[in-house]
Protein backbone atom coordinates (compact mmCIF):
# COMPACT_ATOMS: atom_id res chain seq x y z
CA UNK A 1 0.00 0.00 0.00
CA UNK A 2 1.15 3.54 -0.76
CA UNK A 3 2.31 5.84 2.29
CA UNK A 4 0.37 8.51 3.79
CA UNK A 5 2.23 11.55 5.65
CA UNK A 6 0.54 12.97 8.17
CA UNK A 7 1.60 16.31 9.58
CA UNK A 8 -0.25 17.37 12.91
CA UNK A 9 -0.37 17.91 16.71
CA UNK A 10 0.28 15.75 19.90
CA UNK A 11 -1.87 16.64 22.72
CA UNK A 12 -2.58 14.85 26.22
CA UNK A 13 -6.43 14.71 26.85
CA UNK A 14 -7.90 15.95 30.00
CA UNK A 15 -11.59 14.45 29.60
CA UNK A 16 -14.37 15.15 32.16
CA UNK A 17 -17.94 13.66 31.51
CA UNK A 18 -20.57 16.36 32.79
CA UNK A 19 -23.98 16.46 32.34
CA UNK A 20 -24.56 19.89 31.02
CA UNK A 21 -21.45 22.21 29.90
CA UNK A 22 -21.32 25.35 32.50
CA UNK A 23 -22.91 29.07 32.00
CA UNK A 24 -20.36 31.61 32.87
CA UNK A 25 -19.27 31.23 36.49
CA UNK A 26 -21.28 28.12 36.68
CA UNK A 27 -19.35 25.28 38.74
CA UNK A 28 -20.97 21.72 38.53
CA UNK A 29 -20.03 18.41 39.50
CA UNK A 30 -17.94 15.90 36.61
CA UNK A 31 -19.26 12.50 36.70
CA UNK A 32 -15.85 10.69 35.48
CA UNK A 33 -12.61 12.00 34.31
CA UNK A 34 -9.71 10.23 32.25
CA UNK A 35 -6.13 10.97 30.57
CA UNK A 36 -5.88 10.01 27.35
CA UNK A 37 -3.49 10.89 24.25
CA UNK A 38 -4.83 13.32 21.81
CA UNK A 39 -4.11 16.24 19.21
CA UNK A 40 -5.99 16.17 15.90
CA UNK A 41 -2.58 15.01 13.84
CA UNK A 42 -1.88 12.11 16.30
CA UNK A 43 -6.00 10.85 15.95
CA UNK A 44 -5.88 10.81 12.50
CA UNK A 45 -2.66 8.93 12.13
CA UNK A 46 -3.61 6.37 14.84
CA UNK A 47 -7.37 5.81 12.78
CA UNK A 48 -5.15 5.60 9.56
CA UNK A 49 -3.07 3.02 10.89
CA UNK A 50 -5.45 1.23 12.61
CA UNK A 51 -7.25 0.89 9.66
CA UNK A 52 -4.47 -0.52 7.65
CA UNK A 53 -2.48 2.44 6.38
CA UNK A 54 1.32 2.68 6.23
CA UNK A 55 1.54 6.13 8.19
CA UNK A 56 4.80 8.69 8.76
CA UNK A 57 4.22 10.94 11.55
CA UNK A 58 5.52 14.16 11.57
CA UNK A 59 4.68 15.73 15.09
CA UNK A 60 6.43 17.25 18.00
CA UNK A 61 6.57 16.71 22.15
CA UNK A 62 7.77 18.12 24.72
CA UNK A 63 10.70 17.11 26.79
CA UNK A 64 8.46 15.08 29.36
CA UNK A 65 7.86 11.25 30.22
CA UNK A 66 4.17 11.65 28.89
CA UNK A 67 5.05 12.64 25.49
CA UNK A 68 7.52 10.08 25.18
CA UNK A 69 4.95 7.37 26.53
CA UNK A 70 2.71 9.05 24.01
CA UNK A 71 5.43 8.25 21.22
CA UNK A 72 6.18 4.63 22.35
CA UNK A 73 2.32 4.27 22.27
CA UNK A 74 2.23 5.44 18.22
CA UNK A 75 5.12 3.11 17.31
CA UNK A 76 2.81 0.42 19.24
CA UNK A 77 0.58 0.92 16.49
CA UNK A 78 2.74 0.56 13.70
CA UNK A 79 3.28 4.56 12.83
CA UNK A 80 6.56 5.67 11.58
CA UNK A 81 7.75 8.14 14.46
CA UNK A 82 11.26 9.16 13.24
CA UNK A 83 9.63 12.44 12.22
CA UNK A 84 8.02 13.08 15.81
CA UNK A 85 11.16 15.69 17.37
CA UNK A 86 11.30 16.06 21.50
CA UNK A 87 10.84 20.49 21.71
CA UNK A 88 13.22 21.04 24.88
CA UNK A 89 12.66 23.22 27.71
CA UNK A 90 8.23 23.16 26.43
CA UNK A 91 5.69 20.62 27.55
CA UNK A 92 4.27 18.12 25.06
CA UNK A 93 0.37 19.55 23.70
CA UNK A 94 -2.86 19.58 25.89
CA UNK A 95 -6.58 19.40 25.72
CA UNK A 96 -8.81 20.14 28.38
CA UNK A 97 -12.13 18.32 26.82
CA UNK A 98 -15.73 18.62 28.31
CA UNK A 99 -18.24 15.65 27.32
CA UNK A 100 -21.69 16.19 27.91
CA UNK A 101 -24.41 13.57 27.78
CA UNK A 102 -25.94 14.24 24.70
CA UNK A 103 -22.49 12.85 22.99
CA UNK A 104 -21.43 17.02 22.08
CA UNK A 105 -17.68 18.06 23.76
CA UNK A 106 -16.14 21.77 23.85
CA UNK A 107 -12.22 21.35 23.75
CA UNK A 108 -9.36 24.07 25.19
CA UNK A 109 -6.12 23.77 23.89
CA UNK A 110 -2.88 24.70 24.98
CA UNK A 111 -0.05 24.28 22.14
CA UNK A 112 2.64 23.35 23.92
CA UNK A 113 5.15 21.42 21.21
CA UNK A 114 3.24 21.74 19.06
CA UNK A 115 3.82 25.77 18.94
CA UNK A 116 7.36 25.13 17.82
CA UNK A 117 6.69 22.84 15.09
CA UNK A 118 7.79 25.35 12.37
CA UNK A 119 8.50 25.61 8.94
CA UNK A 120 12.55 24.30 9.30
CA UNK A 121 11.04 21.76 11.20
CA UNK A 122 8.80 20.46 8.41
CA UNK A 123 12.03 20.79 5.87
CA UNK A 124 14.12 18.79 8.18
CA UNK A 125 11.81 16.11 7.98
CA UNK A 126 10.68 16.13 4.34
CA UNK A 127 11.86 13.06 2.86
CA UNK A 128 8.94 12.11 4.70
CA UNK A 129 6.00 14.10 3.14
CA UNK A 130 8.12 13.05 -1.17
CA UNK A 131 8.14 9.10 -0.17
CA UNK A 132 4.35 9.36 0.39
CA UNK A 133 1.47 9.53 -1.56
CA UNK A 134 -0.82 11.48 0.24
CA UNK A 135 0.07 14.68 2.76
CA UNK A 136 -3.22 14.99 6.23
CA UNK A 137 -2.65 17.71 7.81
CA UNK A 138 -4.89 19.89 9.94
CA UNK A 139 -4.75 23.37 11.82
CA UNK A 140 -3.15 22.62 15.67
CA UNK A 141 0.24 23.06 14.54
CA UNK A 142 1.63 26.54 12.98
CA UNK A 143 -0.04 27.67 9.50
CA UNK A 144 3.71 28.47 7.99
CA UNK A 145 4.42 25.01 8.47
CA UNK A 146 1.46 22.79 6.85
CA UNK A 147 2.08 25.89 3.94
CA UNK A 148 5.78 24.48 3.63
CA UNK A 149 4.47 20.81 3.96
CA UNK A 150 1.87 21.12 1.30
CA UNK A 151 4.19 23.22 -1.27
CA UNK A 152 6.79 19.77 -0.52
CA UNK A 153 4.05 17.69 -1.74
CA UNK A 154 2.32 19.52 -4.44
CA UNK A 155 5.57 20.13 -5.85
CA UNK A 156 6.72 16.18 -5.79
CA UNK A 157 3.22 15.54 -7.11
CA UNK A 158 1.30 14.04 -4.13
CA UNK A 159 -2.14 14.31 -2.93
CA UNK A 160 -3.16 17.33 -0.42
CA UNK A 161 -5.69 16.41 2.14
CA UNK A 162 -6.12 19.35 4.70
CA UNK A 163 -8.85 18.80 7.69
CA UNK A 164 -9.48 22.62 8.44
CA UNK A 165 -9.68 22.34 11.95
CA UNK A 166 -9.86 24.13 14.76
CA UNK A 167 -11.70 26.96 12.75
CA UNK A 168 -9.86 29.57 11.50
CA UNK A 169 -9.01 31.81 8.24
CA UNK A 170 -6.45 30.15 6.20
CA UNK A 171 -4.44 31.91 3.09
CA UNK A 172 -5.07 31.36 -0.73
CA UNK A 173 -1.69 30.73 -0.67
CA UNK A 174 -2.68 27.55 0.87
CA UNK A 175 -6.20 26.48 0.12
CA UNK A 176 -5.06 26.91 -4.10
CA UNK A 177 -2.41 23.47 -3.20
CA UNK A 178 -4.95 21.80 -1.78
CA UNK A 179 -6.41 18.54 -3.51
CA UNK A 180 -9.43 17.74 -1.21
CA UNK A 181 -10.59 19.43 1.99
CA UNK A 182 -13.14 18.41 5.02
CA UNK A 183 -14.68 21.33 7.12
CA UNK A 184 -17.21 20.71 9.24
CA UNK A 185 -20.23 23.37 9.08
CA UNK A 186 -18.57 26.01 11.67
CA UNK A 187 -15.39 25.63 9.49
CA UNK A 188 -16.91 25.73 6.07
CA UNK A 189 -18.43 28.99 7.65
CA UNK A 190 -15.37 30.59 8.18
CA UNK A 191 -13.96 29.34 4.98
CA UNK A 192 -16.44 30.49 3.05
CA UNK A 193 -18.94 32.88 5.04
CA UNK A 194 -21.79 30.70 4.29
CA UNK A 195 -23.74 29.24 6.78
CA UNK A 196 -24.51 25.83 5.92
CA UNK A 197 -28.00 24.11 6.93
CA UNK A 198 -28.98 22.19 3.80
CA UNK A 199 -27.43 20.83 0.88
CA UNK A 200 -28.64 24.45 -1.12
CA UNK A 201 -26.20 26.19 1.69
CA UNK A 202 -23.41 23.66 1.00
CA UNK A 203 -23.52 23.80 -2.44
CA UNK A 204 -22.88 27.56 -2.34
CA UNK A 205 -19.68 27.14 0.12
CA UNK A 206 -18.49 24.17 -1.92
CA UNK A 207 -18.39 26.60 -5.24
CA UNK A 208 -16.03 28.93 -3.31
CA UNK A 209 -14.09 26.64 -2.21
CA UNK A 210 -13.70 25.19 -5.76
CA UNK A 211 -12.77 28.91 -7.03
CA UNK A 212 -10.08 28.91 -4.88
CA UNK A 213 -8.73 25.95 -6.32
CA UNK A 214 -9.55 23.09 -4.18
CA UNK A 215 -11.15 19.74 -6.54
CA UNK A 216 -12.79 17.72 -4.00
CA UNK A 217 -14.89 19.44 -1.16
CA UNK A 218 -16.52 16.96 1.49
CA UNK A 219 -18.28 19.09 3.67
CA UNK A 220 -18.78 16.90 7.01
CA UNK A 221 -22.60 16.98 8.72
CA UNK A 222 -22.21 14.95 11.61
CA UNK A 223 -25.55 11.91 11.66
CA UNK A 224 -26.67 13.44 8.88
CA UNK A 225 -23.15 12.71 6.41
CA UNK A 226 -21.20 14.15 4.36
CA UNK A 227 -21.57 16.59 1.21
CA UNK A 228 -19.53 15.50 -2.06
CA UNK A 229 -18.68 18.08 -4.60
CA UNK A 230 -16.25 17.39 -6.93
CA UNK A 231 -14.85 20.02 -9.02
CA UNK A 232 -17.10 19.55 -12.52
CA UNK A 233 -19.02 16.47 -11.46
CA UNK A 234 -22.59 16.28 -9.54
CA UNK A 235 -22.56 16.90 -5.99
CA UNK A 236 -24.21 14.41 -3.47
CA UNK A 237 -25.39 14.05 0.20
CA UNK A 238 -23.74 10.71 1.24
CA UNK A 239 -25.34 9.13 4.47
CA UNK A 240 -23.66 8.22 7.82
CA UNK A 241 -24.75 5.45 9.83
CA UNK A 242 -27.11 5.96 12.85
CA UNK A 243 -25.46 4.76 16.40
CA UNK A 244 -25.97 5.65 19.93
CA UNK A 245 -23.30 8.61 20.45
CA UNK A 246 -21.72 8.58 23.65
CA UNK A 247 -18.76 11.25 22.93
CA UNK A 248 -17.88 12.54 19.64
CA UNK A 249 -14.57 13.53 20.56
CA UNK A 250 -12.86 11.54 17.84
CA UNK A 251 -15.30 11.36 14.98
CA UNK A 252 -13.90 14.00 13.04
CA UNK A 253 -10.58 12.40 13.36
CA UNK A 254 -11.36 8.87 12.73
CA UNK A 255 -13.13 9.89 9.31
CA UNK A 256 -10.44 11.76 8.40
CA UNK A 257 -8.01 9.05 8.72
CA UNK A 258 -10.13 6.51 7.31
CA UNK A 259 -10.93 8.54 4.59
CA UNK A 260 -7.06 8.71 3.56
CA UNK A 261 -6.75 5.31 3.90
CA UNK A 262 -9.71 4.04 1.62
CA UNK A 263 -8.12 6.69 -1.01
CA UNK A 264 -4.85 5.08 -0.62
CA UNK A 265 -6.18 1.73 -1.17
CA UNK A 266 -7.78 3.06 -4.57
CA UNK A 267 -11.31 3.33 -3.33
CA UNK A 268 -13.53 5.95 -4.95
CA UNK A 269 -14.44 8.97 -3.41
CA UNK A 270 -18.01 7.47 -2.37
CA UNK A 271 -16.72 4.19 -1.19
CA UNK A 272 -14.07 5.80 0.67
CA UNK A 273 -16.72 8.55 2.50
CA UNK A 274 -18.94 5.21 3.74
CA UNK A 275 -15.91 3.44 4.84
CA UNK A 276 -14.46 6.66 6.86
CA UNK A 277 -18.55 7.30 8.00
CA UNK A 278 -18.44 3.99 9.88
CA UNK A 279 -15.49 4.92 11.28
CA UNK A 280 -16.38 7.52 12.44
CA UNK A 281 -19.94 6.35 13.71
CA UNK A 282 -17.93 3.10 15.51
CA UNK A 283 -15.82 6.02 17.45
CA UNK A 284 -18.61 7.95 18.88
CA UNK A 285 -19.82 4.60 20.30
CA UNK A 286 -16.98 4.62 22.79
CA UNK A 287 -16.17 7.61 25.43
CA UNK A 288 -12.24 9.21 24.71
CA UNK A 289 -10.09 9.79 22.21
CA UNK A 290 -7.47 7.27 20.44
CA UNK A 291 -9.25 4.78 22.92
CA UNK A 292 -12.19 5.25 20.68
CA UNK A 293 -10.62 4.42 17.34
CA UNK A 294 -11.51 1.41 15.95
CA UNK A 295 -9.23 -1.35 14.56
CA UNK A 296 -10.05 -2.28 10.64
CA UNK A 297 -12.11 -5.65 11.36
CA UNK A 298 -14.37 -3.98 13.27
CA UNK A 299 -15.01 -1.20 10.60
CA UNK A 300 -15.32 -4.10 8.14
CA UNK A 301 -17.85 -6.32 10.60
CA UNK A 302 -20.01 -2.71 10.89
CA UNK A 303 -20.21 -2.58 6.95
CA UNK A 304 -21.05 -5.76 6.35
CA UNK A 305 -23.86 -5.78 9.22
CA UNK A 306 -25.09 -2.90 7.56
CA UNK A 307 -25.14 -3.91 4.26
CA UNK A 308 -27.03 -6.96 4.86
CA UNK A 309 -29.39 -5.05 6.64
CA UNK A 310 -30.20 -2.75 3.77
CA UNK A 311 -30.44 -5.88 1.37
CA UNK A 312 -33.09 -7.20 4.09
CA UNK A 313 -34.94 -4.10 4.06
CA UNK A 314 -34.73 -3.97 0.26
Aim: one cysteine or more.
Amino acid sequence: MQMLCVLGSINIDHVMRVSYFPQAGETIIGKSYQLAYGGKGANQAVAAARLGADVQFIAAIGADQMGQTMKNAFAADGINTQGIITIEQQNTGLAMIQVADNGENNIAIHAGANAALGAEKVIAQQSMITESAMLLTQLETPVDAILKAVTIAKQAGKTTLLNPAPAQALPSELLKQIDIITPNETETQILTGIAVHDEGSAAQAANILHRQGINIVIITLGAKGAYLSQQNTNAEMITGFQVEAIDSTAAGDTFNGALATALLEGKDMRDAIRFAHAAAALSVTKLGTQNAIPYRQEVEEFLARHTQHNADIA
